[in-house]
């Protein structure tokens, strides 16, 4: 049996080493993925270590310190930021505990294992507990004092991610503006952002927009593909997509805080390959536009208009689909993956005509360069299911 697979394997490997180092690279390139690990049947670690390897992805972000993970990446080239949960922040203001915290999830795994930021809370003013939110900043703060002490605080940075809520206005971008009661808040938070020179994340998602006004909002635009676009009647700044919209409206947000010092990184975007019926728009085809055309993207290394010269710097949630996780069907559908290593859907690199993406296969070979690509891709996936089986 391994002799046959073999055997079938060989002219496969060979084409995957001469045809796929592009498809490497637009990993390599930079895009991080989102590992979240609300599921009962997920791989083991050190298996996930070898699919992220073979798909040459080098930044995790996880929503915990599971030191199972972070053990079976030692000795990886892969940069993780790690989460402190929510459940934690009341017992960070505390310098002990947060120094308790430290040392165990974090210190026992540098330098073996590349942890370059610590997640302070996840979408905290989401949660309408303004306990919650009334900790958020201290729990930053305690925790990065504490980094400090440890000497840590150059190789590991303290940040947190919002939801895209927070905006009370995004449209259009120069009109971003937090929302009026979260203000009290976030004025002293990018403060300190400012000052420890820490990136600002969002959770971003055109999906919601999408799926909440598919009369609406067109897809093309939701989904980098080719369309009118429109432009900013405040600046004259010219947007085809609407994640870029929504970047640039937060960098207007931070702006009217009195910040131009701060960068605003994407910790979470995706589509969901399936949904409920009234989910407009979860299919698989849509994910594998979504995100083939979002990495795309990464490895042109644009960035939004207001921003042009920083690289849009993402996470894409999420590496598999989580079968606990609760809420609408889509919520278990995020993922690049299934738990058995198998890709959801493929990544369709073009946009432009969607029929490429799901019959290219077919198809003898093509001159233009996403067809290539999205051979690559086929041959790529091939090859990581040979070797993770
Ligand atoms: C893998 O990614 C790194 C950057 O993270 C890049 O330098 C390298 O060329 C990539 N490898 C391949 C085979 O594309
Ligand atoms: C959407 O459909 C699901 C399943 O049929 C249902 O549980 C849910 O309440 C619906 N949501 C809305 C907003 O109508
Ligand atoms: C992997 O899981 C998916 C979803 O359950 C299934 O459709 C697919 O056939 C499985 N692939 C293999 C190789 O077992």
Same mark, same amino acid.
Do not use: Q, R, V, W
């Given at each position: 049996m391994a002799s046959w697979s073999l055997l079938f394997g060989l002219p496969f490997l060979l084409l995957t080493l001469s045809l796929s180092g592009s498809i490497i690279q637009i990993f390599g390139l930079g895009v991080g993925i989102n590992y979240g690990q609300i599921a009962n049947n997920l791989p083991s670690p050190s298996r996930v270590t070898s699919l992220l390897e073979s798909l040459n992805i080098s930044r995790v972000k996880l929503y915990d310190a599971d030191p199972n993970v972070l053990l079976a990446f030692s000795n990886s080239n892969v940069d993780f930021i790690i989460g402190l949960g929510n459940e934690y922040l009341a017992d960070m203001r505390d310098p002990i505990k947060a120094q308790n915290w430290i040392q165990q999830h974090v210190q026992p795994h540098l330098p073996q294992t590349r942890i370059t930021s610590i997640l302070v809370g +996840?979408?905290?003013? $989401? %949660? +309408?507990?303004p306990q919650l939110m009334a900790n958020l900043l201290p729990a930053m703060q305690t925790v990065h004092n504490t980094l400090v002490n440890l000497g840590l605080d150059k190789q590991v940075t303290v940040t947190t991610a919002h939801s #895209?809520?927070?905006? /009370? +206005? %995004?449209?259009p971008p120069s009109a971003g503006a937090f929302s009026q009661d979260l203000a009290e808040y976030i004025q002293p938070l990018l403060d300190f952002h400012s000052r420890i020179d820490a990136p600002f994340l969002i959770n971003a998602y055109p999906y919601f927009a999408y799926k909440d006004n598919p009369n609406q909002v067109s897809l093309d635009y939701v989904l980098f593909r080719s369309n009118q676009g429109m432009t900013d @009647? /405040?600046?004259g700044l010219h947007y085809d997509n609407m994640l870029y919209a929504q970047i640039d409206a937060v960098y207007t947000a931070i702006k009217a805080m009195g910040h131009t010092d701060i960068e605003v990184r994407i910790s979470e975007t995706g589509w969901p390959s399936k949904g409920d019926e009234n989910e407009t728009g979860a299919t698989p085809e849509n994910a594998g536009l979504y995100n083939g055309n979002l990495m795309q993207r990464i490895q042109q290394k644009q960035g939004t208009p207001? $921003? @042009?010269l920083v690289p849009i710097d993402i996470h894409v949630f999420a590496l598999f689909n989580e +079968? #606990? $996780?609760? /809420? @609408?069907t889509s919520e278990r559908n995020y /993922? #690049?993956?299934y738990p058995n290593g198998t890709s959801v859907y493929n990544i369709g690199i073009q946009g432009r005509d969607p029929d490429i993406v799901f019959s290219a296969a077919k198809k003898t070979v093509r001159s233009s360069m996403s067809s290539l690509l999205y051979l690559c891709l086929q041959f790529q996936i091939f090859l990581v299911f040979s070797l993770y089986r």
């Open positions: +996840n979408e905290i003013f $989401k %949660s +309408n507990d #895209l809520d927070i905006l /009370g +206005n %995004s449209y @009647p /405040g600046t207001a $921003k @042009p +079968n #606990l $996780k609760p /809420g @609408p /993922g #690049l993956f």
